[in-house]
């Protein structure tokens, strides 16, 4: 018993040394920082993007806070813009050649179909979208209700402004353009509508209820283009922002006084 008894203390001296060194690995692993679900828009270390069935070249660039003719130049794209489901758009990097860009695409289709939109196929030869090339849009307010939420700089923060609207009220468009995207695609927009208004301006209108235009259609200034809805957000409301060259611009400096 007197020889067996060190033996024990060693024993579970040893052991209560394994366990406290299991413990504290097994602290350390919980404290690893939550892994997001997904990119978000903008971020530089994704570096490209599989295009999915409704997306087009501008909301690809959009959800990215990418200017669509420097993402048409860098996946050597022509002017057509056409995109192909399934084709990997490089985000970032070297430029690549038109018949990588393509490698392994389904047939060409201006805009890819969405099953969440009543957007329609079309091959249709690209349209001029009739304004001026580079110059600033006359704007109008695209809702009626007050501002709730600003513009703010920070990506993390508002690309737009949020105007209070109730469910069903219209959403026309604030300048007269192209509708080059209508859709649900854009995670955090829900209902989304983007208007081209020149080679340097997009609009986006977001959360919206209905849809009321398609893809390749011309809008003018003060049209309805859809109706207030909360889709993708807390409440009804809509979510307006403006983009210059690809990157988002305070829409209070461009909408009149009011």
Not at 107 to 121: E, L, N
């Given at each position: 018993m007197s020889l067996a008894a060190p033996q024990t203390v060693r024993l579970l001296v040893n052991a209560f040394k394994i366990l406290s060194v299991l413990?504290?690995?097994?602290?350390?692993?919980?404290?690893?920082?939550?892994?997001?679900?997904?990119?978000?828009?903008?971020?530089?270390?994704?570096?490209?993007?599989?295009?999915s069935r409704g997306e087009?070249?501008?909301?690809?660039?959009?959800?990215?806070?990418?200017?669509?003719?420097?993402?048409?130049?860098?996946n050597s794209i022509n002017r057509s813009y056409t995109i192909y489901p399934g084709q990997k758009i490089l985000l970032s990097g070297k430029v690549v050649s038109r018949?990588?860009?393509?490698?392994?695409?389904?047939?060409?289709?201006?805009?890819?179909?969405?099953?969440?939109?009543?957007?329609?196929?079309?091959?249709?030869?690209?349209?001029?979208?009739?304004?001026?090339?580079?110059?600033?849009?006359?704007?109008?307010?695209?809702?009626q209700g007050r501002v709730l939420a600003g513009f703010s700089s920070s990506k993390s923060l508002n690309k737009g402004v949020d105007i209070e609207g109730r469910l069903g009220e219209s959403v026309v468009a604030a300048a007269s353009g192209m509708v080059v995207y209508a859709g649900s695609g854009i995670r955090g927009y829900g209902n989304l509508v983007i208007v081209k208004h020149n080679e340097a301006y997009l609009s986006a209108y977001a959360h919206n209820s209905k849809l009321l235009v398609k893809e390749q259609g011309f809008v003018k200034a003060g049209q309805k283009i859809a109706e207030i809805g909360n889709s993708g957000t807390d409440r009804s409301k809509l979510h307006f922002e403006i983009r210059h060259q690809g990157k988002p611009v305070d829409p209070l400096r461009y909408l009149p006084s009011r």
């Open positions: 413990l504290l690995l097994s602290a350390c692993s919980s404290n690893k920082a939550p892994v997001q679900d997904r990119m978000s828009p903008g971020s530089n270390k994704l570096q490209h993007h599989i295009v087009t070249l501008y909301s690809i660039a959009w959800r990215y806070g990418i200017d669509y003719k420097e993402l048409a130049r860098r018949q990588a860009s393509a490698r392994k695409a389904k047939p060409a289709v201006k805009t890819v179909s969405s099953t969440r939109s009543k957007t329609t196929t079309t091959t249709k030869k690209p349209v001029k979208t009739p304004s001026v090339k580079d110059g600033r849009p006359t704007w109008i307010w695209p809702a």
